[in-house]
């Protein structure tokens, strides 16, 4: 069925019409075309376009409707050109003329509008809960190895000892600034475009703002050319899931690493890896490879909806059809990655010993090493340099700074003494950091109770 067929006396081009149709994809958009409708049929009632009984009439509808797609009972139809059209005939055929009143005041533009905000501000709700399962997750593991040392890279060599729970407070940093981002998205968007027509408004005395209240909204729109033609917030919130991407992908391209063979540093989970075909010694970590492959393809969403919007003048062109299919591959993709990622860290196994010991062999504590000269009255361009005179000397005998004999230190400078052992020990290396934001024990034992106390006052929105 189409709506707007009264001006056409020719049928569509067959392949024109399934070119041009929707209902393939924005079928999914069901509930919030019919909580939409809802909404706008009691405004319609208020404001006396329409009578009490016949709003309750389309209501009960309407009602019926959606608990029967809920239960499978009724199947949405491909016949169609779009969910609107769905649902508006299968009012009319339960309703008859009743349900055609329905529409009055309302563009299929503002309606399509409507649900799309709908639709993103649930899917934004559902991703921060689960990026708040996430950030509980890490919490625990940061709790449970503020004692395990590990060392810290730059440039992917070993650079400075730190702790298993530093390392993992920085991702927790990530994924806090990443709710945020979508806190800040759904306070943006949180404007109601329905009333705003085609583009232009409408004659009826429409009350904008009861139906903003009725579905949530902070308020109605202020333009309707733009409440019909804008996208911003679904590529706010592509940017925002791309981002979220990325420091999922940064945090799998570490496991991975940890995983080889050279690192050892974990084990993932039998139930996160796969196997090889021909060799059967493998476990891959293909979840996580996965997790980082799938990166591209919520990135290519937002390039897409960037490069269509680009060329589009006011107010709506049919261009904005093409915001639904890659908007709801990139919102499932990334909270499946979210979801399967939360899984995978709380089930890795880590090797404390093997952390350790690479932290032990890489010189991480070189730097602390000068620092003990310092403190003897040494400048530090010249401590700089012994230190470094001192590795080449380890790295000729394959041995670290803890196993380098007293007299190799004395020969290269006179300061030192017998205490240097402990001064570049891992545990005094480590937990002598304790400036706000480092990896010793006091300063991440204070970043732990911060983080706590974010995930009391932040708890996710109830569904």
């Not at 049928?11 to 024109?16: C, D, M, Q, R, Y």
């Not at 310092?374 to 010249?382: C, E, I």
């Not at 380890?394 to 030192?416: M, N, Q, T, W």
């Not at 204070?446 to 708890?459: F, K, N, V, W």
Request: aromatic share 8%.
């Amino acid at each position: 069925m189409k709506l707007w067929g009264g001006r056409f006396i020719k049928e569509e081009n067959k392949a024109a019409d399934s070119f041009n149709s929707s209902i393939s994809f924005d079928k999914r958009l069901y509930r919030q075309d019919i909580l939409g409708s809802e909404a706008h049929v009691k405004m319609l009632c208020k404001v006396q376009v329409i009578s009490e009984q016949e709003r309750d009439i389309i209501l009960k509808a309407l009602d019926e409707i959606l608990s029967e797609i809920d239960s499978g009972e009724l199947i949405i139809s491909d016949e169609y050109e779009d969910i609107h059209s769905f649902v508006e005939s299968e009012l009319i055929r339960r309703t008859g003329d009743t349900g055609k009143k329905l529409h009055t005041g309302r563009s299929r533009n503002d309606q399509v509008a409507l649900d799309m905000k709908l639709y993103v501000r649930d899917d934004i709700d559902e991703t921060d809960r689960l990026l708040y399962d996430l950030l509980c997750v890490l919490l625990g593991l940061m709790k449970n190895n503020t004692g395990t040392y590990m060392p810290g890279f730059t440039h992917m060599q070993k650079a400075q000892p730190v702790t298993l729970s530093h390392h993992l407070g920085a991702y927790f940093e990530m994924f806090k600034r990443d709710r945020s981002r979508l806190t800040d998205i759904r306070s943006r968007m949180n404007t109601c475009p329905l009333g705003s027509g085609a583009l232009a408004g409408t004659t009826y005395p429409l009350a904008r703002e009861m139906t903003a209240q009725l579905l949530g909204f902070d308020s109605p729109t202020v333009n309707s050319m733009d409440s019909v033609s804008d996208r911003d917030y679904i590529i706010e919130y592509l940017g925002a899931l791309s981002i979220v991407m990325m420091h999922l992908s940064r945090f799998c391209e570490e496991l991975i690493a940890w995983n080889s063979n050279e690192y050892r540093f974990i084990e993932m989970d039998d139930g996160y890896s796969t196997g090889s075909s021909i060799m059967p010694q493998k476990k891959n970590p293909d979840i996580a490879e996965l997790i980082r492959g799938k990166t591209g393809r919520v990135y290519g969403a937002l390039m897409a909806l960037l490069t269509v919007m680009k060329g589009i003048p006011l107010a709506y062109n049919k261009d904005l059809q093409e915001d639904k299919e890659v908007s709801f591959d990139a919102m499932d993709t990334a909270k499946e990655c979210v979801a399967l990622f939360t899984g995978m860290i709380s089930t890795v196994k880590f090797n404390e010993k093997a952390m350790a010991q690479s932290a032990r062999n890489g010189f991480t504590n070189a730097t602390d090493a000068a620092d003990y000269l310092v403190r003897k009255g040494v400048p530090f361009r010249d401590a700089h340099g012994i230190i470094g005179t001192l590795v080449l000397k380890c790295i000729d005998r394959g041995v670290s700074l803890d196993e380098l004999p007293l007299s190799e230190y004395k020969e290269v400078c006179p300061a030192f003494e017998e205490n240097i052992y402990k001064a570049i020990s891992l545990e005094t290396v480590v937990e002598s950091r304790i400036t706000a934001g480092s990896p010793g024990k006091s300063a991440m034992e204070e970043a732990i109770l911060t983080e706590e106390r974010y995930l009391s006052a932040s708890a996710p929105r109830s569904i």
